[in-house]
């Protein structure tokens, strides 16, 4: 089942990138666009350009976020937990070989 809101630009399907709400037609999801908006300061036309979307496609995904942005905060905050987990339980080669 495809679930579309705003506007056609946003979609939530069981089963691709995890159920998260993305750009339609991409796997691109809005929480991509929010941590390349929000915490890396990527203007709205910088992520459209590098990732062939329009901006109405960006800013879909950025309203979007505001009207959820519990959800999705905690989704990244979950993401960034689970990261951090996979790196304490799985050593850095690199890291390893730098210090032999």
């Known amino acids: 089942m495809i679930t579309k809101t705003l506007d ?3 979609e939530i399907t069981e089963g691709i990138t995890g159920g998260k709400p993305r ?3 991409h796997r691109i999801t809005v929480q991509n666009i929010v941590l390349w908006h929000e915490l890396l300061g990527r203007s709205a036309d910088e992520i459209a350009a ?3 979307l329009t ?3 960006v800013y879909a995904a950025l309203a ?3 009207d959820h942005r519990a959800e999705i905060d905690k989704s990244i905050e979950e993401s960034e937990s689970f ?3 996979l790196r304490q339980k799985t050593p ?3 890291l ?3 210090n032999e």
């Open 55 to 57: 901006l109405a496609d």
């Open 50 to 52: 590098e990732y062939d």
């Open 23 to 25: 750009i339609a037609g």
């Open 83 to 85: 990261v951090e987990a």
């Open 64 to 66: 979007y976020y505001y």
């Open 8 to 10: 056609g630009h946003i």
């Open 92 to 94: 850095s080669k690199v």
């Open 96 to 98: 390893q070989k730098l």
